[in-house]
């Protein structure tokens, strides 16, 4: 055999070593940290790893001992073979074990069996000096795994990896049976058959680390060997390209050596220089198109969209764990509470188990602060540092998007507390109001009850009822709640009509208001302060008495509510005293502003023809809102 086809099974044979040594060791890993979906972890895969690594080891000292032109030890040739021989029994019970069948077992049995019966045969042959490996023991391996690998896709063929199960007994059968597709101790060889026969094994192992570890095997086994390769193609090209024609021949006629040779330094710096670019391209492709890895600043934008929706930091933490998880290829990501913060402002990731699992710590502002751990990854995955960094940045996020949450929370609470201490200065006033009015007029009017019971006792009885009408309408408003304008317009109807019946024709009252506009929403007694002061201050000192205009009305985007009485002039000085003064219309200044803000206002105005005008304008829009606003936040409160 020349010397490449030598160099060949040399590298065939050591990856053979190197994988089957992979899937030992992810096999004892997996063993501590749990198991893969869909495999039990126990003696049984590891003992695929074993025959395999023997075999390879073993076929690596027989064929190197051959080419170098020695023998082997016949009972170390044996015990190769054999080993190789119980590989495909191993497979088909290492498939099977979960199924508790009478049929799986028998079939289990039956496979260690002919594996059994071959490897005597194999020891025979040493024994006896015969050929190795035996002819007999190949013919009758290579029938007896066809009818098992048979028997196996009927009873497998329900299972729920039966594909899988039938791939790898296949190929751990085609490892035995690729040996008759050669002679190794004739001298008829063909390389391409010398090939397939010595490193049939090798298929077999990369469909279980793929399978079950397929992070692994690409990370740790992949990526080198296309770096390696490519980077040798490399060389190889700028040798062919560059060095034989051009370097070469200077070299061998003598012309020009310092120039070859600093050819050839520039040869081997390019090549340098190619590796960690060509690597990089390497990782990515492996990344993309091999394992299709979640493009990482794909998963941070899809993140940060998914959290900026959530408004409590348990949801924002589930929605984050239930996106990391199909990215990082983990079963387990989950959040718990950490009672004390860290006292550090940047995310925080903690990797242990060997790069399998990691803890990343969320700096919130305030406690409780909170830390996602992300294991079980799958495929034998394990964290690297682009992994790590996302979980970095995903922890810093997550605290972010938490203190806004929390920020937003406390401004929520701090403006329900303000309207409560609104609502509760608004009720304190309409409190004082009523305290203002209630002593005042229901003096006068009990007054008048008694001089009408002595004159006119119907009339007498008429106005308690009134006046027993107006308190009701009046403390049933305790809360402060707004009422309509029709209802506030009854009160004002009320209490003219009480006032009437002491003034009599002394008084005269017109009301104007459109039916329309009855629904409307009103502070409570935003109109009767206004009728008392002007019944009080404007018609009670005129000895032949006066008029009182109540009006409502729609002026542009305002609600007009005015009340006019035709008393006597006041001077302007006079107006702003009472307008200082004055318990009810400061009450009633200050509640319109706490309501409404800029978008009330209350205007005096008198005129020797027109008598004393009182105005309040109130923004329709703004009226709507406010009640709407300030209804909704004494639900909320209650």
Not at 255 to 277: K, R
Request: net charge positive; proline share 4%; hydrophobic share 50%.
């Amino acid at each position: 055999m020349d010397s490449s086809a030598a160099l060949v099974h040399l590298l065939g044979f050591l990856a053979g070593m190197v994988l089957y040594a992979m899937l030992g060791v992810m096999t004892l890993r997996a063993g501590r940290s749990g198991a893969p979906q869909g495999r039990v972890h126990d003696r049984i895969p590891l003992a695929t790893s074993g025959l395999g690594l023997l075999w390879n080891a073993g076929a690596l000292v027989i064929y190197g001992t051959r080419d170098l032109g020695g023998a082997p030890n016949a009972w170390f040739e044996a015990a190769a073979f054999a080993a190789l021989g119980y590989l495909p029994a191993v497979v088909v019970h290492s498939s099977l074990q979960a199924r508790g069948r009478r049929s799986a077992r028998l079939l289990v049995a039956a496979a260690y069996a002919l594996s059994t019966a071959g490897a005597l045969v194999q020891m025979a042959a040493a024994y006896s000096h015969d050929e190795i490996p035996s002819p007999l023991a190949l013919r009758m391996l290579t029938a007896g795994y066809v009818v098992v690998i048979a028997l196996l896709a009927l009873v497998a063929r329900k299972g729920p990896r039966a594909g899988w199960t039938l791939s790898a007994v296949a190929l751990a059968a085609f490892a035995v049976m690729a040996l008759h597709l050669q002679r190794h101790t004739t001298g008829a060889e063909s390389v391409p058959l010398e090939l397939v026969g010595h490193h049939a094994s090798l298929p077999l192992a990369l469909v279980i680390l793929y399978q079950d570890y397929r992070f692994a095997l690409v990370d740790i086994f992949l990526k080198r060997v296309l770096t390696l390769l490519a980077i040798v193609f490399i060389a190889g090209l700028l040798y062919a390209l560059v060095a034989v024609p051009i370097v070469l021949p200077h070299l061998s006629a003598g012309d020009g050596t310092s120039w070859a040779v600093m050819v050839l330094i520039a040869l081997w710096v390019i090549t340098a220089l190619a590796y960690p670019p060509l690597r990089a391209a390497i990782h990515r492709f492996v990344d993309r198109i091999v394992l299709r890895r979640a493009d990482y600043e794909v998963v941070r934008a899809d993140i940060a969209s998914v959290i900026a929706g959530r408004s409590s930091a348990p949801d924002i933490l589930d929605a984050m764990c239930a996106r990391i998880a199909p990215a990082m290829s983990a079963r387990v990501v989950v959040w718990s509470e950490l009672a004390q913060s860290a006292g550090v402002a940047m995310a925080r990731v903690v990797a242990t188990n060997r790069g399998s699992e990691a803890s990343v710590y969320v700096p919130t502002a305030d406690v409780p602060a909170y830390q996602l751990t992300v294991s079980d990854l799958s495929g034998g995955r394990r964290l690297l540092s682009d992994d790590l960094a996302l979980l970095e940045t995903l922890g810093l996020l997550a605290a972010r998007r938490i203190d806004a949450v929390r920020v937003d929370e406390e401004r929520y609470r701090r403006d329900l507390r303000e309207r409560e201490v609104v609502q509760l200065a608004a009720e304190a006033e309409l409190s004082a109001l009523r305290a203002q009015l209630n002593p005042h007029f229901l003096f006068n009017t009990l007054t008048t009850i008694g001089q009408l019971i002595q004159e006119a006792p119907p009339r007498a009885l008429e106005t308690l009822y009134r006046l027993t009408g107006l308190l009701r309408a009046v403390l049933k408003r305790s809360d402060g709640t707004f009422v309509t304008l029709a209802e506030e317009m009854e009160i004002v109807r009320t209490y003219l009509a009480i006032e009437g019946a002491r003034f009599e024709e002394r008084l005269m009252v017109r009301i104007e208001i459109d039916d329309t506009l009855a629904s409307l929403p009103v502070p409570p007694l935003v109109l009767q302060p206004l009728v008392e002061n002007a019944v009080k201050h404007g018609i009670a000192p005129l000895r032949e008495g006066g008029r009182v205009v109540v009006r409502a009305a729609i002026e542009g985007e305002m609600l007009l509510l005015s009340v006019t009485d035709s008393g006597t002039f006041v001077p302007e000085r006079e107006l702003a005293r009472r307008r200082g003064t004055g318990i009810g219309l400061s009450n009633l200044e200050r509640r319109l502003e706490r309501y409404y803000g800029a978008d009330a206002t209350i205007e005096m105005r008198s005129s020797a023809e027109r008598g004393m005008e009182v105005c309040v304008r109130i923004r329709l829009a703004t009226m709507h809102i406010g009640a709407g606003a300030r209804a909704h936040a004494r639900q909320y409160i209650a």
